[in-house]
């Protein structure tokens, strides 16, 4: 059962947690796993999302007017319920249920759910719901609801409709905003179709939905007769036929929602009742369903043994349940689109469904599989790099600066204020500070380029981002005279708990090492950038954006001069000044606490701050041994002239791990990450974890607000890259495997530069094979040996003993 992820009971205590883990999406809208019955109260949330669906609203909170750009839940094409002989309307929350098991077919991205239940008059009744949305027709959903009357005969009424009166209201913190974002325009109901289409209130999409619902019995269509009922923001259809005791009957109902967005129509509302009307039935949508899902697996199959059987079945399943869920959020069809990656997903609306930095730890996952997918959501950024120019210029710099939270436009999204649960006060908001999201841009377009050689989008779209990046952080750098270093001021790093400096009134830190280290890495990559384009183009791009020999000396000089801050013992500092930060007592909030991922929140309840302290939400500095192999980082610290050697990483990377909350989901990603080699049962241990953080709802809640997709990516990437040793740098592929003790073998599938590589690889040796004969030789390097692979040739070799080290990767 490595394919189905299963629920086997009914839990109204958990349902908004499996409504987000067992979602449907196609890359185009996503629609958590509400109940067919239920409307949303409290219990149930049957959410449906655009990708890119957002509207913006203005609300008033603590006597500040805040104007925040959400998310839209669209219109809830789910409802589909039944009622037995004129009694009441089945719901699982009130009728008795003998049975009830709900499971999420990874293998065919199939939500399936089977209900035995009994009524006030003990008739008991089952069944058996299939449900999909469509990979290859991204605006088709369904679902087939079959009904087997066990003990009785009679009459049952269906009643199926499609609901725009909804609000967003899944997260409880947001419940002080606006959330009325949708305004009926049209609604009609005729026979077996329904129809209505809604408009954002503000940016004025519009949204279209039409339905086609069928009674099936024995495989043949039932003449229905359906009484239509309209409101200006609701369609719906009831009718009423017999049943027999032991023979099923079907209920299909096959949904499409356009948007006036949508490529290739003339009308988003002519467009849904059309595809509604020729839309095939579920059992022929289903087919074409599975075959679609088909080929993506095979895309992202990975195969390993572990000595542990249970273990290994547990694993392969939250490793597939992870990939699923990344590619409902972004998926071939994100190739037309104009959409970021969510951290959220388009699963809920936490964090109201805006693009942070999560692409760090998602893309090189896709980089390796279906790299058209990057590209897509790289140009995302691209189509918003003149707003990031003026983001720059309304800031007080040159160049391009990114927003720390992004949605329709490019527009920094961030949030003023923050609520806080535990002592219900809304506080300042100083995240948009975290300056190093455009460090992220830079490094996957740098990355991207890697694998692929994607010489085109370098050249026309890449280059200019990095370019213009390069030119914001080098313009945030100002040059210390006593010091003859250059420093960033005033900056927040992937932390999150340090904003500000202990009694000082202004946010920002210091000297973020992050920041500092990483900003180098970009500058020094800026030249080569220039000297690996083309002379036409490098000219071309130099007179674009102005780019003179003197600013391009300016960031060399930054890359050599930049300052990092060290602790007296040599552990580099997470910023200026935080070695004199007090230490926390860890031991008493444990116990006070249990649960301490949010020490933020705790500490602002009791009027402290994590200011004060030696503390980190997730990884910071050890995001640089994350990102970079220790032989990047010792070329970096060569170049500034910093001695900082393999036992400098080790003392640093212990010193941290030992001060993290994990309060993000992808703090455990990072630490089992830097962590493979010097201290594999450790990292073993923190990778499990990951891959838990969703399934078991590590945050305690906030699944139900939508899932983590960095951790989801970026857990199976440690397996895909990590474990590997799989590195893409200087126009090769590099490996140097360190498999866990627990893992005895591994296969992997994957694309690298036109290449389709087949990696087979045990403890002694390792298998690659190009399985494309006419692409062009690879440099491959396996522990430092360097080998050339022609396609459709093999490369064997055998694997040295791996001595643990304390430098990271």
């Excluded at 999406?25 to 449906?48: I, S």
């Excluded at 699963?347 to 058209?372: C, K, M, S, T």
């Excluded at 126009?731 to 694309?751: G, I, K, T």
Aim: proline share 3%; glycine share 8%.
């Amino acid at each position: 059962m490595e394919w189905f992820f299963t629920a086997g009971s009914y839990d109204a205590a958990r349902e908004g947690h499996r409504e987000a883990l067992f979602a449907l999406g196609n890359g185009y809208f996503v629609t958590r796993a509400a109940a067919l019955e239920c409307d949303a109260d409290g219990v149930h949330y049957p959410g449906t999302y655009l990708a890119g669906g957002y509207n913006r609203l203005a609300s008033s909170i603590a006597g500040r007017r805040v104007e925040n750009e959400d998310l839209v839940n669209l219109p809830n094409w789910l409802p589909l319920r039944i009622r037995i002989c004129g009694g009441e309307w089945f719901s699982v929350d009130r009728f008795e249920l003998l049975e009830y098991r709900q499971q999420l077919d990874l293998e065919n991205a199939v939500l399936l759910r089977t209900i035995c239940f009994a009524d006030a008059d003990g008739r008991r009744t089952r069944l058996v719901e299939k449900r999909l949305v469509h990979m290859r027709q991204r605006h088709l959903g369904a679902v087939s609801l079959e009904l087997t009357a066990l003990d009785w005969s009679g009459t049952i009424d269906v009643l199926t409709a499609l609901d725009g009166g909804v609000v967003n209201e899944n997260v409880a913190r947001y419940s002080e905003l606006e959330k009325r974002h949708l305004r009926p325009l049209e609604s009609d109901a005729a026979g077996e179709e329904l129809y209505l289409k809604t408009e954002t209130n503000q940016s004025g999409l519009r949204i279209a939905l039409a339905a086609r619902t069928r009674i099936v019995r024995l495989g043949e269509g039932v003449e229905t007769n359906w009484v239509c009922e309209v409101d200006s923001d609701r369609a719906a259809a009831t009718a009423s036929l017999a049943v027999t005791a032991g023979e099923p009957v079907s209920i299909e109902k096959i949904v499409a929602l356009y948007c006036s967005r949508d490529s290739a129509i003339s009308e988003c509302g002519e467009a849904a009742r059309q595809a509604a009307r020729s839309a095939p039935d579920f059992a022929s949508l289903l087919a074409s369903h599975s075959r679609a899902w088909g080929q993506l697996w095979r895309r992202f199959g990975s195969e390993g043994d572990l000595a542990d059987v249970e273990a290994a079945d547990d694993l392969r399943l939250a490793l597939r349940l992870h990939v699923f869920h990344l590619l409902q959020t972004v998926s071939i069809h994100s190739e037309d689109l104009d959409a970021g990656v969510p951290a959220r997903g388009w699963h809920g609306e936490a964090y109201r469904g805006h693009v942070f930095w999560d692409e760090l730890f998602i893309f090189p996952l896709l980089n390796l599989r279906i790299p058209e997918i990057t590209r897509a959501l790289l140009k995302y950024r691209h189509r918003r790099l003149e707003q990031a120019r003026h983001n720059a210029r309304e800031a007080g710099f040159p160049g391009a600066m990114y927003p720390w939270q992004s949605g329709s436009d490019g527009c920094e999204e961030s949030q003023t204020l923050h609520y806080n649960p535990r002592s219900q006060r809304w506080i300042p908001d100083h995240s948009s500070l975290q300056r190093h999201v455009n460090i992220a841009i830079a490094y996957n377009v740098w990355q991207y380029h890697e694998v692929t050689g994607d010489e085109e989008f370098l050249a026309y779209h890449g280059a200019e981002m990095f370019l213009e990046i390069s030119r914001f952080l080098a313009s945030l750098a100002s040059f210390n005279p006593r010091l003859d270093r250059y420093e960033i001021l005033g900056v927040m790093g992937p932390d999150e708990y340090h904003e500000a400096y202990p009694g000082r009134d202004t946010p920002g830190l210091d000297n973020n090492s992050y920041t500092n280290l990483m900003t180098v890495w970009v500058l020094e990559r800026a030249g080569k950038l220039l000297a690996h384009l083309t002379p036409y183009r490098s000219r071309e791009l130099r007179e674009e954006l102005g780019l003179s020999d003197d600013e391009l000396q300016r960031w060399d000089d930054i890359s050599h001069k930049m300052r990092l801050v060290f602790h007296a013992d040599g552990v580099l500092s997470q910023f200026e000044g935080y070695e004199d930060l007090a230490e926390l007592d860890w031991q008493h909030y444990r116990q006070r606490y249990g649960d301490i991922h949010r020490l933020d929140r705790i500490l602002e309840a009791e009027k402290d701050s994590p200011n004060r302290y030696k503390l980190s939400k997730q990884a910071d500095v050890l995001m640089l041994f994350y990102l970079l192999s220790a032989g990047e980082i010792g070329g970096l610290m060569k170049r500034l002239g910093y001695d900082f050697d393999d036992a400098g990483i080790a003392n640093s990377i212990d010193y941290y791990l030992d001060r993290t909350a994990h309060g993000s989901t992808l703090s455990r990603v990072v630490h089992a990450w830097v962590l493979a080699r010097s201290d594999r049962p450790r990292s073993w241990s923190l990778f499990r974890e990951a891959l838990m953080s969703d399934i078991a709802d590590s945050q305690q809640g906030t699944t139900a607000e939508g899932i983590h997709l960095g951790a989801m990516a970026g857990s199976v990437d440690i397996l895909q890259r990590c474990y590997t040793g799989i590195e893409t740098r200087a126009d090769a592929l590099w490996l140097d495997p360190c498999l866990p003790s627990q893992m005895d073998n591994l296969v992997m599938r994957f694309r690298y530069r036109n290449h389709v590589l087949v990696l087979r690889l045990a403890r002694d040796k390792l298998k690659l094979a190009s399985r494309k004969h006419d692409s062009a030789p690879i440099r491959v390097c396996v522990q430092g040996r360097e080998y050339l692979l022609g396609g459709g040739e093999v490369l064997e070799a055998e694997l040295k003993d791996q001595t643990a080290t304390r430098a990271g990767r």
